[in-house]
Protein backbone atom coordinates (compact mmCIF):
# COMPACT_ATOMS: atom_id res chain seq x y z
CA UNK A 1 0.00 0.00 0.00
CA UNK A 2 1.03 3.93 -0.69
CA UNK A 3 1.66 5.94 2.09
CA UNK A 4 2.14 9.84 1.78
CA UNK A 5 5.46 10.87 2.02
CA UNK A 6 5.83 12.20 5.00
CA UNK A 7 9.17 14.51 4.58
CA UNK A 8 7.09 16.36 1.44
CA UNK A 9 3.84 16.50 3.59
CA UNK A 10 5.76 18.18 6.84
CA UNK A 11 7.17 20.50 4.22
CA UNK A 12 3.93 21.35 2.73
CA UNK A 13 2.21 21.70 6.42
CA UNK A 14 5.11 24.18 7.53
CA UNK A 15 4.65 26.28 3.97
CA UNK A 16 0.75 26.19 4.52
CA UNK A 17 0.64 27.61 8.41
CA UNK A 18 3.32 30.07 7.52
CA UNK A 19 1.39 31.19 5.01
CA UNK A 20 -2.04 31.33 8.08
CA UNK A 21 0.03 33.03 10.26
CA UNK A 22 1.61 35.58 8.35
CA UNK A 23 -1.65 36.24 5.26
CA UNK A 24 -4.54 35.52 7.10
CA UNK A 25 -6.38 36.94 4.55
CA UNK A 26 -5.27 34.72 1.97
CA UNK A 27 -6.93 31.94 0.09
CA UNK A 28 -7.42 28.54 1.64
CA UNK A 29 -9.16 25.83 1.01
CA UNK A 30 -10.73 26.21 4.40
CA UNK A 31 -12.29 29.31 6.11
CA UNK A 32 -10.60 31.31 8.56
CA UNK A 33 -10.85 34.02 11.54
CA UNK A 34 -13.36 35.05 13.43
CA UNK A 35 -16.45 34.62 11.40
CA UNK A 36 -15.75 30.70 11.50
CA UNK A 37 -14.77 30.82 15.00
CA UNK A 38 -18.41 32.49 16.07
CA UNK A 39 -19.95 30.13 13.52
CA UNK A 40 -18.31 26.77 15.35
CA UNK A 41 -19.83 27.80 18.58
CA UNK A 42 -17.05 30.38 20.55
CA UNK A 43 -18.48 32.99 22.26
CA UNK A 44 -17.76 36.77 21.52
CA UNK A 45 -16.73 37.29 24.85
CA UNK A 46 -14.16 34.51 24.80
CA UNK A 47 -12.99 35.88 21.30
CA UNK A 48 -13.14 39.36 22.31
CA UNK A 49 -10.72 38.56 25.31
CA UNK A 50 -7.47 37.43 23.31
CA UNK A 51 -5.54 39.15 20.77
CA UNK A 52 -7.03 40.41 17.54
CA UNK A 53 -4.58 38.82 15.60
CA UNK A 54 -4.55 35.72 16.69
CA UNK A 55 -7.99 35.32 16.01
CA UNK A 56 -7.74 36.27 12.41
CA UNK A 57 -5.32 33.51 12.02
CA UNK A 58 -7.54 31.27 13.39
CA UNK A 59 -7.84 27.76 10.88
CA UNK A 60 -10.07 25.39 13.73
CA UNK A 61 -12.29 22.78 12.39
CA UNK A 62 -14.67 22.99 15.65
CA UNK A 63 -15.32 23.97 19.57
CA UNK A 64 -14.52 21.72 22.57
CA UNK A 65 -14.24 24.04 25.01
CA UNK A 66 -17.56 23.19 26.39
CA UNK A 67 -16.27 19.64 26.55
CA UNK A 68 -12.94 20.54 28.10
CA UNK A 69 -14.47 22.32 31.46
CA UNK A 70 -11.16 23.80 32.03
CA UNK A 71 -10.37 24.77 35.45
CA UNK A 72 -8.82 26.88 37.11
CA UNK A 73 -5.09 26.16 38.22
CA UNK A 74 -4.63 23.06 35.28
CA UNK A 75 -2.25 22.52 33.49
CA UNK A 76 -3.00 22.59 29.51
CA UNK A 77 -1.62 20.53 26.36
CA UNK A 78 -2.71 22.21 23.30
CA UNK A 79 -1.50 20.45 20.03
CA UNK A 80 -0.61 22.16 17.02
CA UNK A 81 -1.05 25.67 18.93
CA UNK A 82 -0.66 28.07 16.07
CA UNK A 83 -0.76 31.75 16.47
CA UNK A 84 -2.23 31.30 19.78
CA UNK A 85 -6.03 31.38 20.03
CA UNK A 86 -7.04 27.76 21.88
CA UNK A 87 -4.12 28.57 23.85
CA UNK A 88 -5.09 32.04 24.93
CA UNK A 89 -8.39 31.22 25.40
CA UNK A 90 -7.38 28.21 28.06
CA UNK A 91 -4.99 30.07 29.56
CA UNK A 92 -7.79 32.63 30.48
CA UNK A 93 -9.85 29.72 31.92
CA UNK A 94 -7.11 28.41 33.41
CA UNK A 95 -5.94 31.77 35.52
CA UNK A 96 -2.63 32.80 36.10
CA UNK A 97 -2.23 29.46 38.60
CA UNK A 98 -2.43 27.84 35.85
CA UNK A 99 -0.19 26.58 32.86
CA UNK A 100 -0.78 25.91 28.77
CA UNK A 101 2.00 24.56 26.88
CA UNK A 102 1.50 24.80 22.81
CA UNK A 103 3.44 22.81 20.09
CA UNK A 104 3.85 23.21 16.79
CA UNK A 105 5.97 22.77 14.30
CA UNK A 106 5.37 25.82 11.85
CA UNK A 107 8.08 28.05 13.28
CA UNK A 108 6.36 31.46 11.85
CA UNK A 109 3.17 30.35 13.70
CA UNK A 110 5.39 30.03 17.09
CA UNK A 111 6.77 33.26 16.49
CA UNK A 112 3.66 35.00 16.04
CA UNK A 113 2.25 33.05 19.23
CA UNK A 114 5.31 34.30 21.34
CA UNK A 115 5.07 37.49 20.25
CA UNK A 116 1.51 37.79 21.08
CA UNK A 117 1.84 36.13 24.19
CA UNK A 118 4.62 38.62 25.39
CA UNK A 119 2.73 41.83 23.86
CA UNK A 120 -0.56 40.80 25.91
CA UNK A 121 0.83 39.31 29.17
CA UNK A 122 0.26 35.75 28.61
CA UNK A 123 2.84 34.46 31.05
CA UNK A 124 1.28 31.56 31.93
CA UNK A 125 1.38 30.60 27.97
CA UNK A 126 4.11 29.19 26.89
CA UNK A 127 5.01 27.44 23.03
CA UNK A 128 7.16 25.98 21.82
CA UNK A 129 8.67 24.05 18.65
CA UNK A 130 8.20 20.22 18.78
CA UNK A 131 5.93 17.28 17.13
CA UNK A 132 3.07 15.87 18.33
CA UNK A 133 3.81 12.03 17.58
CA UNK A 134 6.66 12.71 20.41
CA UNK A 135 5.87 15.14 23.01
CA UNK A 136 9.33 16.09 25.23
CA UNK A 137 6.85 16.16 28.69
CA UNK A 138 7.21 14.01 31.70
CA UNK A 139 4.63 11.18 31.88
CA UNK A 140 1.06 11.89 33.61
CA UNK A 141 1.96 15.79 33.90
CA UNK A 142 -1.26 17.03 31.91
CA UNK A 143 -4.50 17.80 32.84
CA UNK A 144 -6.38 18.53 30.00
CA UNK A 145 -5.06 17.98 26.00
CA UNK A 146 -6.52 20.23 23.49
CA UNK A 147 -6.03 20.28 19.41
CA UNK A 148 -8.00 21.51 16.85
CA UNK A 149 -8.00 20.32 13.04
CA UNK A 150 -4.19 19.05 13.69
CA UNK A 151 -4.30 15.27 13.92
CA UNK A 152 -5.49 14.74 11.15
CA UNK A 153 -2.49 16.49 9.57
CA UNK A 154 -0.59 13.69 10.84
CA UNK A 155 0.64 10.47 9.22
CA UNK A 156 1.25 8.42 12.51
CA UNK A 157 -2.11 9.21 14.56
CA UNK A 158 -1.96 5.58 16.71
CA UNK A 159 1.06 7.80 18.49
CA UNK A 160 -0.07 11.19 18.67
CA UNK A 161 -3.17 9.32 20.81
CA UNK A 162 -0.19 7.10 22.59
CA UNK A 163 1.74 10.21 23.50
CA UNK A 164 -1.84 12.20 24.17
CA UNK A 165 -2.25 9.27 26.56
CA UNK A 166 1.07 9.16 28.46
CA UNK A 167 1.28 12.69 29.15
CA UNK A 168 -2.21 12.54 30.81
CA UNK A 169 -2.97 12.42 34.68
CA UNK A 170 -5.16 9.23 34.95
CA UNK A 171 -9.05 10.88 34.85
CA UNK A 172 -7.40 13.45 32.75
CA UNK A 173 -9.25 14.66 29.78
CA UNK A 174 -8.69 15.25 26.02
CA UNK A 175 -11.44 17.61 24.04
CA UNK A 176 -10.37 18.03 20.43
CA UNK A 177 -12.08 19.00 17.07
CA UNK A 178 -10.72 17.27 13.99
CA UNK A 179 -11.58 16.09 10.28
CA UNK A 180 -12.79 12.31 9.62
CA UNK A 181 -14.66 10.83 6.85
CA UNK A 182 -18.27 8.50 6.58
CA UNK A 183 -16.12 6.55 3.48
CA UNK A 184 -12.36 5.24 3.47
CA UNK A 185 -10.02 7.90 1.04
CA UNK A 186 -9.02 6.18 -2.28
CA UNK A 187 -4.71 5.94 -1.86
CA UNK A 188 -4.63 8.59 -4.67
CA UNK A 189 -6.19 11.07 -2.03
CA UNK A 190 -4.03 9.42 0.73
CA UNK A 191 -0.80 10.24 -0.84
CA UNK A 192 -1.35 13.44 -2.25
CA UNK A 193 0.45 15.47 0.03
CA UNK A 194 -0.88 18.63 -1.07
CA UNK A 195 -4.72 17.32 -0.12
CA UNK A 196 -3.42 16.46 2.99
CA UNK A 197 -1.86 19.74 4.41
CA UNK A 198 -5.48 20.79 3.78
CA UNK A 199 -6.47 18.86 6.33
CA UNK A 200 -8.23 16.12 4.00
CA UNK A 201 -6.03 13.80 2.87
CA UNK A 202 -5.17 12.34 6.47
CA UNK A 203 -8.85 12.18 7.44
CA UNK A 204 -9.88 8.77 8.83
CA UNK A 205 -13.15 7.19 9.30
CA UNK A 206 -14.70 8.02 11.97
CA UNK A 207 -15.23 4.53 13.69
CA UNK A 208 -11.18 4.07 13.36
CA UNK A 209 -10.33 7.52 14.42
CA UNK A 210 -12.29 6.38 17.67
CA UNK A 211 -10.68 3.04 18.08
CA UNK A 212 -6.94 4.83 17.66
CA UNK A 213 -8.10 6.60 20.75
CA UNK A 214 -9.50 3.53 22.53
CA UNK A 215 -6.78 1.40 22.19
CA UNK A 216 -4.58 4.41 23.57
CA UNK A 217 -6.37 3.97 26.63
CA UNK A 218 -8.75 7.15 25.54
CA UNK A 219 -12.54 6.46 26.58
CA UNK A 220 -14.22 8.60 24.20
CA UNK A 221 -17.76 10.17 26.59
CA UNK A 222 -19.15 12.58 24.17
CA UNK A 223 -18.97 13.50 20.62
CA UNK A 224 -21.02 15.69 18.54
CA UNK A 225 -20.81 17.15 14.68
CA UNK A 226 -20.40 20.11 13.40
CA UNK A 227 -22.25 20.77 10.31
CA UNK A 228 -21.54 24.29 10.48
CA UNK A 229 -18.34 23.71 9.07
CA UNK A 230 -17.18 23.38 5.36
CA UNK A 231 -14.44 23.76 3.16
CA UNK A 232 -14.12 26.54 0.29
CA UNK A 233 -11.71 25.31 -2.81
CA UNK A 234 -13.96 23.12 -5.47
CA UNK A 235 -11.31 20.28 -5.03
CA UNK A 236 -12.12 20.36 -1.03
CA UNK A 237 -15.63 20.14 -1.84
CA UNK A 238 -15.99 17.63 -3.84
CA UNK A 239 -14.05 15.24 -2.04
CA UNK A 240 -15.84 16.12 1.19
CA UNK A 241 -19.28 15.36 -0.95
CA UNK A 242 -17.81 12.31 -2.18
CA UNK A 243 -16.23 10.44 0.60
CA UNK A 244 -18.63 12.46 3.43
CA UNK A 245 -15.73 14.22 4.80
CA UNK A 246 -16.85 16.56 8.46
CA UNK A 247 -15.57 18.08 11.71
CA UNK A 248 -16.36 16.28 14.88
CA UNK A 249 -15.77 17.27 18.50
CA UNK A 250 -14.67 14.58 21.13
CA UNK A 251 -13.96 14.42 24.61
CA UNK A 252 -12.35 11.59 25.90
CA UNK A 253 -11.47 10.32 29.29
CA UNK A 254 -7.97 8.43 30.24
CA UNK A 255 -8.64 5.44 31.87
Known sequence: MEAVNKEELLEKIKFMYKEVA?????EFH????????????YSPEDLDNVPKEAVES????GHYFDFAGIKE???????????GMDAFIAAIKAGKSGKVIGFDLSKDQLRKANMLKEKHDFSQAEFREGYIESLPLEDESVDVVISNGVINLSAEKDKVFKEISRVLKKGGRM?????VTEKPLTEKIKCDANI?????GGALQINTYKELMEKAGLKVVKEKHHPEYGFLSKSARNASDEFGVKSFSFLAEKQ
Open 196 to 200: WASCI
Open 58 to 61: FAGV
Open 22 to 26: EKPDG
Open 30 to 41: FEMGRPVAEKLG
Open 73 to 83: GETILDLGSGS
Open 175 to 179: AISDI
